[in-house]
C-alpha cells in the first residue's frame, strides 16, 4: 500500500473513535503498523509519520476509553517520535491529542499548558487550519471555565487562520462561537454581527446546518430584543432548514421555539398544539432532557391559563412526566422549577398539604443547588488559577528562553548559535579562503600598572566597543579577546569572496579610531599593532557549559606572528594576504574598467572605497616557528582614482 493509502486508512479510524468502535480502530493501526514496516517502497520518512499517526492514534483510544494514563504514556511516545523527526506539524498535534486527554479529564490547566506549547511552534507549521484549531481549543477551554473575554480573544486570534485557510465551514462554526459568546457578554449588536456573517458562508456553501443553527440564533437575539415578528421569521427558517436535512431533533426544537413566540403574543392553544407536536418527534429521538423541557413549558402554559380544572389537572400530568426525567437526570435545578409549578398546581385547587410539601421539596432543591452551584464557582475559580497559572509560567520561561537566546547570540555567531539551539551537538567545518585580525595593545602591562581597575576595564570597553561597531560593519565576525588582544575573522561562518578587502578596511578604520581614543584621568593614547593574514581555517563549538567559537590551523598562528612582529600604529600583513588583496582587487578592476566603457561620459570615477588600499613591501624578516617571510605594510590609498593606468598600479 502507498503512503497516501494507509493515512487514509488512519484517516477513516476517526468517526470510528467517535463513535466508540475502539477494536476496529486498533486494528486499523495495526493493519497500518504491519504495512509500513514491511513495504519496501516506503521511505524513512514516510514510515516514521505512520509511525507517529498510529501511536497518536491509539494514545487517542486509551483517552476515550478512560484510561487516561495509558494515553499520557502512549501520547508521550507520538512525541517523542515527532521531535526526534523535528516534525513541528506532528508535534502540535500530539500535543493537541495531550491537550483534549486533559480536557475529557477536566483539567483545563492542564489542557492550556499542551495549547500553549502549540502556539510556541506556531511559526513552524505551516498548516493555518491546525493552528486555527490550537486556538479553537483555547477558547473552548476558557468557555468552560465560563472566562468569555478570554474565549472570545482566543477565538478572535483563531480567525486569522482560519480565514488563510477558506474552509468556510470550519470558519462559518468560528463565527458562530464567537456570536454565542458575544451573547454571553451581552453584546447583542456583536452577536448578530457574527451569526448573520456565519449564515452568509453557510448559505454560500450550501450548509443546511449552518444556516440552520444561525437562523436560531439570530432568532433567540431578536426575541430578546422584543422584536417577535424577526424572531418568529428565523425560526420559520430555521425550522425548514432542520426538516430539509432530516434532524428530527432539530425540528423539534425550531417548533417548540416557534411555539414561544405563540406564547408571548397570547396564542396559548396554538402553542400547545406546536409544543404537542414537538413532543410527538423527540419521541424517537430518546432526547430525554429536551421532553422534559417541553412538558414544563406545557405545564406553565396551562398554569398561567387556568381556564378551567382539566387545564391543572393536564398541567399535573406535564410536571410529573417532567419530574420523572428530571430526577432520573440528577437535574436539580429544572427539578426545583417543575416543583414550583407543583406548588402552585396544589395552591389554585387549595390543597394546602400537597402545596406545602412540593415548596419543601422545592426549597431543598435550591439549597442544594446553591450548594453545587458554590462547589462549581470554587472549582471554576480554582481553574482560572490554573490557567492563568499555566500562562504566567509559558510567559516567565518565553521571556527566560528569549533571554538566553539573546546572550547566545551575543556569545556565538547567529547562525551557529542557532543552530545549537534546534539540537546540533557537533560543530565543526573547514573553511578555504578567511582573512584573520589580530590586534594587540602596545606597552599594555605598564599602562595597566599606571590606573585604577576600573579605569583600565573602561577604557578596555571603550576601544572593543568600537571594534566590534566596525566589525558589524564591515561584515566580519569577532572570535575572541585575550587581555588586550582582539580576533576577528572574515569568511566564517558567513563565506564572503572580498573577505581580505573587508578585514583590510576595518583594520584601517581601527587605526582611525584609535587616534581618537585616550583612556584613564591622564587621558593617555593608546597605540596598537594589527597583522593580518589569509588562508584556510577549521572552526567549530567546543564546550558544553561556556561554549566558545574558536578557530585552528596555521593561519591563525600566522595573523598571530604577523600582529606580534609588527609596530605600533601599523597593519603588517602576510605575501598570502598582500596577494588575495591584490588578486581580488584586479577582479575589480576589470569590472570597473569593463562597467566605464558602458557609460554615456568617462568622467565618471572609476573606483570604489574597496580599491583605496596599498600594500607596501617591508622585506624579508624572521618569523617565530616560520623563519624568513616577506611582509608587507598595509596602507590606504588616495580615496578616489578616476585614470585607469592609476587603477592598475593600486596593490
Not at 483510544?61 to 499520557?72: P, V
Not at 596598537?528 to 567546543?542: D, E, Y
Given at each position: 500500500m502507498s503512503a497516501a493509502s494507509l493515512h487514509a486508512r488512519l484517516d477513516s479510524a476517526n468517526p470510528m473513535l467517535e463513535n466508540g468502535a475502539y477494536d476496529d480502530v486498533d486494528s486499523i493501526c495495526d493493519e497500518v503498523d504491519y504495512a509500513a514496516d514491511s513495504d519496501a517502497s516506503l521511505t524513512d520518512d514516510e514510515r516514521t509519520?505512520?509511525?507517529?499517526?498510529?501511536?497518536?492514534?491509539?494514545?487517542?483510544?486509551?483517552?476515550?476509553?478512560?484510561?487516561?494514563?495509558?494515553?499520557?504514556?502512549?501520547?508521550n511516545e507520538a512525541l517523542r517520535l515527532a521531535e526526534h523527526a523535528h516534525n513541528a506539524e506532528y508535534r502540535v498535534i500530539v500535543q493537541m491529542a495531550h491537550g483534549n486527554n486533559a480536557y475529557r479529564q477536566r483539567r483545563y490547566a492542564d489542557m492550556v499548558g499542551w495549547l500553549m506549547r502549540c502556539v510556541e511552534l506556531a511559526d513552524e507549521v505551516s498548516n493555518l487550519a491546525l493552528m486555527a484549531g490550537v486556538y479553537c481549543n483555547l477558547g473552548v477551554t476558557s468557555w468552560e471555565v465560563s472566562d468569555y473575554t478570554k474565549a472570545l480573544s482566543w477565538y478572535e486570534k483563531a480567525l486569522p487562520f482560519a480565514e488563510a485557510t477558506q474552509h468556510e465551514l470550519f470558519l462559518s462554526n468560528i463565527y458562530t462561537n464567537i456570536?454565542?459568546?458575544?451573547?454571553?457578554?451581552?453584546?447583542?449588536?456583536?452577536?448578530?454581527?457574527?451569526?448573520?456573517?456565519?449564515l452568509t458562508l453557510g448559505q454560500r456553501i450550501e450548509s443546511t446546518d449552518s444556516i440552520g443553527t444561525a437562523h436560531l440564533h439570530l432568532a433567540g437575539i431578536q426575541r430578546?430584543?422584543?422584536?417577535?415578528?424577526?424572531?418568529?421569521?428565523?425560526?420559520?427558517r430555521a425550522l425548514e432548514a432542520y426538516q430539509t436535512v432530516g434532524d428530527t431533533r432539530m425540528v423539534a426544537v425550531a417548533m417548540s421555539s416557534i411555539a414561544n413566540i405563540h406564547v408571548d403574543e397570547g396564542r396559548d392553544d396554538e402553542a400547545l398544539e406546536m409544543k404537542q407536536r414537538a413532543l410527538d418527534l423527540l419521541a424517537s429521538t430518546n432526547d430525554e432532557v429536551a421532553e422534559a423541557k417541553i412538558l414544563h413549558d406545557m405545564a406553565s402554559i396551562l398554569i398561567d391559563?387556568?381556564?378551567?380544572?382539566?387545564?391543572?389537572?393536564?398541567?399535573?400530568?406535564?410536571?410529573?412526566?417532567?419530574?420523572?426525567v428530571n430526577t432520573t437526570l440528577d437535574s436539580k435545578q429544572r427539578l426545583a422549577e417543575d416543583y414550583e409549578w407543583l406548588e402552585k398546581v396544589h395552591t389554585l385547587?387549595?390543597?394546602?398539604?400537597?402545596?406545602?410539601?412540593?415548596?419543601?421539596?422545592?426549597?431543598?432543591?435550591?439549597?442544594?443547588?446553591?450548594?453545587?452551584?458554590?462547589?462549581?464557582?470554587?472549582?471554576?475559580?480554582?481553574?482560572?488559577?490554573?490557567?492563568?497559572?499555566?500562562?504566567?509560567?509559558?510567559?516567565?520561561?518565553?521571556?527566560?528562553f528569549q533571554e538566553q537566546e539573546r546572550i547566545f547570540h551575543n556569545i556565538l555567531p547567529v547562525s551557529i548559535a542557532d543552530r545549537l539551539i534546534e539540537g546540533e551537538t557537533t560543530i565543526a567545518e573547514s573553511y578555504d579562503h578567511v582573512s584573520i585580525f589580530f590586534s594587540d595593545i602596545v606597552g599594555f602591562t605598564t599602562l595597566a600598572?599606571?590606573?585604577?581597575?576600573?579605569?583600565?576595564?573602561?577604557?578596555?570597553?571603550?576601544?572593543?566597543?568600537?571594534?566590534?561597531?566596525?566589525?558589524?560593519?564591515?561584515?566580519?565576525?569577532?572570535?575572541?579577546?585575550?587581555?588586550?588582544?582582539?580576533?576577528?575573522?572574515?569568511?566564517?561562518?558567513?563565506?564572503?569572496?572580498?573577505?581580505?578587502?573587508?578585514?583590510?578596511?576595518?583594520?584601517?578604520?581601527?587605526?582611525?579610531?584609535?587616534?581618537?581614543?585616550?583612556?584613564?584621568p591622564q587621558n593617555?593614547?593608546?597605540?596598537?599593532?594589527?597583522?593580518?593574514?589569509?588562508?584556510?581555517?577549521?572552526?567549530?563549538?567546543?564546550?558544553?557549559?561556556?561554549?566558545?567559537?574558536?578557530?585552528?590551523?596555521?593561519?591563525?598562528?600566522?595573523?598571530?606572528?604577523?600582529?606580534?612582529?609588527?609596530e605600533a600604529g601599523r597593519v603588517h600583513v602576510s605575501e598570502a594576504f598582500a596577494s588575495e588583496l591584490k588578486s581580488n582587487t584586479e577582479y575589480i578592476i576589470q569590472n570597473a574598467i569593463k562597467e566605464s566603457r558602458t557609460q554615456e561620459s568617462h568622467e565618471v570615477p572609476l573606483v570604489t572605497r574597496n580599491l583605496s588600499l596599498v600594500t607596501i613591501e617591508r622585506g624579508s624578516i624572521d618569523i617565530k616557528g616560520k623563519g624568513p617571510m616577506t611582509t608587507y605594510w598595509l596602507e590606504g590609498a588616495l580615496n578616489a582614482v578616476t585614470d585607469t593606468a592609476d587603477l592598475r598600479s593600486i596593490c
Open positions: 509519520i505512520l509511525q507517529i499517526r498510529t501511536t497518536k492514534v491509539r494514545g487517542d483510544t486509551f483517552s476515550h476509553r478512560g484510561a487516561y494514563e495509558r494515553a499520557t504514556e502512549t501520547l456570536g454565542n459568546i458575544y451573547h454571553q457578554l451581552e453584546d447583542l449588536d456583536a452577536s448578530q454581527l457574527y451569526h448573520e456573517r456565519s430578546e430584543r422584543g422584536d417577535l415578528p424577526a424572531a418568529f421569521n428565523h425560526y420559520q391559563r387556568n381556564t378551567s380544572s382539566a387545564d391543572l389537572e393536564t398541567a399535573e400530568v406535564y410536571l410529573r412526566r417532567s419530574i420523572d385547587r387549595n390543597e394546602w398539604q400537597s402545596a406545602y410539601e412540593a415548596s419543601r421539596i422545592q426549597r431543598d432543591l435550591v439549597a442544594a443547588v446553591r450548594s453545587e452551584s458554590a462547589i462549581a464557582n470554587a472549582r471554576m475559580l480554582e481553574h482560572r488559577r490554573q490557567i492563568e497559572s499555566s500562562e504566567r509560567d509559558r510567559q516567565v520561561k518565553l521571556a527566560r600598572s599606571q590606573m585604577s581597575a576600573t579605569d583600565l576595564v573602561n577604557g578596555l570597553n571603550r576601544i572593543f566597543s568600537e571594534f566590534d561597531r566596525l566589525a558589524v560593519l564591515h561584515g566580519l565576525e569577532k572570535i575572541k579577546t585575550i587581555g588586550d588582544a582582539y580576533m576577528a575573522v572574515c569568511g566564517v561562518p558567513v563565506r564572503h569572496d572580498d573577505h581580505a578587502q573587508r578585514v583590510a578596511h576595518f583594520a584601517l578604520d581601527v587605526l582611525a579610531v584609535m587616534n581618537t581614543i585616550t583612556i584613564g593617555t593614547p593608546v597605540r596598537i599593532r594589527i597583522g593580518l593574514h589569509t588562508g584556510s581555517v577549521v572552526a567549530g563549538v567546543i564546550g558544553t557549559q561556556k561554549f566558545a567559537y574558536d578557530l585552528w590551523g596555521d593561519t591563525v598562528n600566522v595573523a598571530s606572528r604577523m600582529e606580534s612582529s609588527g
